[in-house]
């Protein structure tokens, strides 16, 4: 195996763009669908996406399998057929539900669960094989790319089938989610053909002749040995504290555009574009972090983390407004700020996650998948509870108030609350101040991630800002 460039590195964010493609239409489109168009409780959806969420509590163990495996692609593959599949599942049971609500469910808890499935096997496989066989020089860019080509599949998905639509009807949305799914499916088959190469046990150069040695332990002994790390818990932590703010927002923006606003299906999904193009512009600002201008370095990766946790709160503020006055508050700017915000703080970490994975942790190495896996179940955990929680208080606070509008913004008040409690918890643990530099090649293709990161070494610091503390991150 040889070690992957950016033409690899780039393959892998189009298989991450395709799955990226079929989630953002089977929760925020079939959600909407659900919540205005049928009239249910947003319980529901906000139910079967917390399921899809709680299945991927296996990801560590999927990702020790791939430990002790010569090949990633398979688990990749494999987990976007699933993937694909329970994507157009959801739509069918969606459409059912109208005629059929209890077989409709039956149906829906089934796809949701071939989601989640698919989200941890794809997920958690592709990001250890960066890891892997991605040198140290380059993790950092190499992982803003994948994160940045999902982030622009949610934005051109949730655009073009926001338009395709309109005039809604059932038979409209079946097709429009087969199409996803099977373009998906085929582009990342594509993208995967060929990737990896043929696995043979020593021809890792880039891994630790002494890891590829070491026996493998039992799956609960990796757990634990990875649990003992505190780089590793603290990372946990920060990471379902700001997943959980996160995600409060995520079930109920939709709904709440269409109560509140009269936005119809496809306009409320394309605010979800409008969203995540904002996600993409906060990830590229905060690539700024540490790049120098006069002598002056605009920004720690800590300072980022802080300051867009601060801004998201903030965000929530004028969502709070927008509940109040209703379609006075100019609300598609309102989403485009919170998406800039989301975008910078989750971005601020991610090339340090990368590192801090695959570092060797005291002659404990070989454990990429085992991190990987235990940090994506922390974030999986965070977006079902908040996604449920969020839906069910959205539904208690339209019982106890009679005007939807307040109704909506006690909610977002309260996400808001969250989002300035992971601020603080940011701030008083240790996150890196400048992530290892991407290699001439990135500057190609994000120049400003590139010119952000100058230097292969990774400084932090500590929660006084006296560069004594462990390098830590998030992973979005």
Not at 1 to 8: K, N, V
Not at 32 to 38: A, F, I, S, T
Not at 221 to 232: G, K, P, S, Y
């Amino acid at each position: 195996m040889t070690g992957f460039g950016w033409p690899q590195v780039l393959r892998l964010g189009l298989v991450q763009a395709c799955l990226g493609a079929v989630v953002v239409t089977t929760t925020s489109t079939l959600n909407r669908v659900m919540v205005v168009e049928l009239a249910l409780p947003a319980m529901l959806p906000g139910a079967l996406v917390a399921l899809h969420y709680l299945v991927q509590v296996a990801r560590p163990r999927l990702g020790h399998g791939g430990d002790g495996s010569g090949r990633r692609t398979p688990w990749i593959a494999g987990g976007m057929a699933v993937l694909a599949g329970g994507g157009w599942l959801a739509a069918l049971a969606t459409v059912w539900m109208a005629s059929a609500p209890l077989a409709g469910i039956a149906l829906a808890l089934l796809a949701f669960t071939l989601i989640g499935l698919g989200v941890g096997a794809a997920g958690t496989s592709l990001l250890v094989l960066l890891a892997k066989r991605v040198a140290a020089p380059h993790r950092a860019g190499a992982a803003t790319t994948v994160w940045l080509m999902m982030i622009m599949g949610f934005a051109i998905t949730a655009g073009v089938s926001g338009k395709l639509l309109d005039p809604f009807s059932p038979q409209r949305l079946l097709s429009v989610s087969a199409g996803v799914s099977l373009i998906a499916l085929a582009v990342a088959g594509l993208a995967l053909w060929g990737l990896e190469g043929k696995a043979t046990p020593a021809a890792n150069a880039m891994a630790n002749a002494a890891t590829l040695a070491a026996p493998k332990p039992a799956f609960r002994a990796a757990l634990a040995q990875v649990w003992a790390d505190a780089d590793a818990r603290r990372f946990t932590l920060f990471v379902f504290v700001s997943m959980l703010a996160y995600s409060a927002q995520d079930l109920i923006l939709e709904p709440f555009a269409g109560a509140v606003h009269g936005y119809t299906p496809g306009q409320s999904t394309q605010l979800s574009g409008v969203q995540h193009g904002g996600v993409l512009v906060g990830m590229l600002a905060a690539a700024l972090a540490g790049r120098r201008l006069g002598g002056r370095a605009l920004g720690s990766l800590r300072g980022w983390t802080v300051g867009g946790c601060i801004a998201s709160a903030l965000a929530m503020a004028g969502l709070v407004a927008a509940g109040l006055l209703g379609p006075a508050w100019p609300f598609k700017a309102n989403v485009a700020l919170l998406g800039v915000a989301n975008g910078a703080f989750s971005i601020a970490a991610i090339g340090s996650m990368m590192a801090l994975a695959s570092a060797d942790h005291g002659g404990q190495g070989g454990r990429e998948g085992v991190r990987m896996g235990l940090w994506g179940a922390a974030q999986a955990v965070a977006f079902g509870l908040g996604g449920l929680l969020g839906a069910l208080a959205s539904d208690g606070a339209r019982q106890l108030l009679a005007d939807t509008g307040a109704a909506y913004a006690l909610v977002f008040g309260a996400e808001g609350l969250m989002f300035l409690a992971a601020a603080a918890l940011a701030w008083r643990i240790a996150v890196p101040h400048a992530v290892s530099a991407a290699a001439p090649a990135a500057a190609a293709l994000l120049p400003t991630a590139a010119a952000a990161r100058r230097e292969p070494v990774l400084r932090v610091d500590g929660p006084a800002g006296d560069g004594a503390g462990h390098a830590q991150g998030v992973p979005a």
